[in-house]
């Protein structure tokens, strides 16, 4: 039964025409996991307590940082360093008291994932990398539970329900492979606006509810959002269950124990640290580290070139000192007019990536009395060891 003090606070969604108050006891009596209580987490877990989930799971093994606080609205200043899993299930309880949430802190992984997504009647995927989105929508066909997956980046996003019975796919299905690991960017290497992922985030709570509540369609699709198009909406038509995808299908081939595969490396591998890998990797003529590179800077400043391959936009932001800026997509499609002059150059970017692939296009077509370096790390890298008053961004 419903609370009586519940009845005003709910009543404003209880009086739609085929929600009611059996739509209300639905959600009183559902669960759901989010997993990643980040940009896309945050507002699907505050629309989901709000109205009225009888309890929510949070799993995330990060914690609060300041550059979190521009999209994922449930954390604050004073939560920093704090859980995230931890700090949304307090700002969820001010929401909602009698709410009941079960916030675990660590990494989802093949050992543990049946184990903490089975509870639950539907999963939300708030998260932001390849492997995780294999792991969930495999586990989810394995144990048949909805799936809600949301994506956002720069000013797009996108939504999609996996899992949807009678024959809806899994994720698996449409991506059979991932995509190669150096086209796949993050939020911090590609930017995000914070709205963007309200949106999406808002609306995976929207599909959860709905599938409680019975008022979805179950007819699977893939919608598009772009802030800046026109509409800004677009929703695409699904095909069903693929009969040969080996986590959903009904071939004999099926996956056996999630916990046997490696989503990591089915996905290309860890996510680079450019730094560590250029210390190590490469040839030592062709790079050099921040603090060489600070101690050149110093000493002969005006005999060096140094390249900053960055957009524009995020060379606006910051810059080192007599650097010029090319974007990397100009210098490798032209390259030579930035050999003209025989001094040594030093290109940079803001991780350490682009850099070697701008140094590399340099020094095919240098001539022999040039050398060209990039610098490992790039600009996070030269905040950390030579200059902690740079911006980082």
Not at 68 to 96: C, F, T, W, Y
Not at 211 to 235: E, M, N, V
Not at 271 to 293: A, K, M, Q
């Amino acid at each position: 039964m419903l609370a009586l003090d519940d009845y005003p606070r709910y009543g404003r969604q209880m009086i739609l025409d085929r929600f009611g108050l059996q739509g209300q006891l639905k959600l009183q009596n559902s669960s759901v996991v989010v997993v990643g209580a980040g940009g896309l987490g945050c507002p699907a877990l505050q629309y989901l307590a709000a109205a009225g989930i009888g309890k929510l799971g949070i799993i995330d093994p990060d914690v609060v940082e300041v550059s979190n606080l521009q999209r994922q609205i449930l954390h604050d200043e004073a939560k920093v360093g704090m859980p995230k899993a931890e700090s949304a299930a307090r700002a969820l309880k001010q929401i909602n008291s009698r709410l009941v949430i079960d916030a675990v802190c660590d990494a989802l992984s093949p050992d543990n994932a049946v184990k903490l997504l089975s509870p639950y009647d539907i999963i939300l995927d708030c998260t932001d990398n390849a492997p995780t989105r294999y792991l969930l929508s495999d586990t989810a066909a394995f144990i048949r539970k909805p799936l809600v997956s949301g994506a956002a980046q720069k000013f797009e996003g996108q939504l999609c329900t996996y899992n949807l019975e009678p024959d809806g796919p899994c994720y698996r299905c449409l991506f059979p492979t991932p995509p190669a690991r150096e086209l796949v960017g993050t939020c911090e290497e590609n930017g995000i606006l914070g709205a963007v992922t309200g949106v999406i985030g808002n609306m995976q709570a929207l599909e959860a509810i709905k599938i409680i509540t019975g008022l979805h369609d179950k007819k699977p699709s893939l919608l598009l959002f772009s802030a800046l198009g026109s509409p800004p909406f677009r929703s695409i038509k699904l095909r069903s269950r693929k009969a040969t995808c080996p986590a959903c299908g009904n071939s004999d081939e099926k996956f056996g124990e999630i916990n046997k595969i490696d989503y990591v490396q089915f996905c290309g591998g860890p996510t680079p640290d450019w730094e560590s890998r250029g210390l190590s990797l490469g040839n030592p003529d062709h790079r050099i580290s921040v603090r060489d590179f600070g101690r050149v800077c110093e000493e002969k400043r005006e005999a060096i070139t140094i390249i900053d391959v960055r957009p524009p936009v995020e060379f606006g932001i910051c810059a080192l000192p007599g650097s010029i800026n090319v974007p990397l997509r100009e210098l490798t499609a032209n390259p030579h007019p930035y050999l003209s002059t025989p001094r040594e150059i030093y290109v940079v970017c803001r991780l350490g990536n682009d850099s070697q692939i701008a140094a590399s296009s340099l020094r095919e077509v240098r001539t022999e009395d040039i050398k060209v370096k990039d610098v490992i790390g790039g600009l996070r890298a030269w905040t950390r060891h030579v200059d902690p008053t740079f911006p980082v961004y």
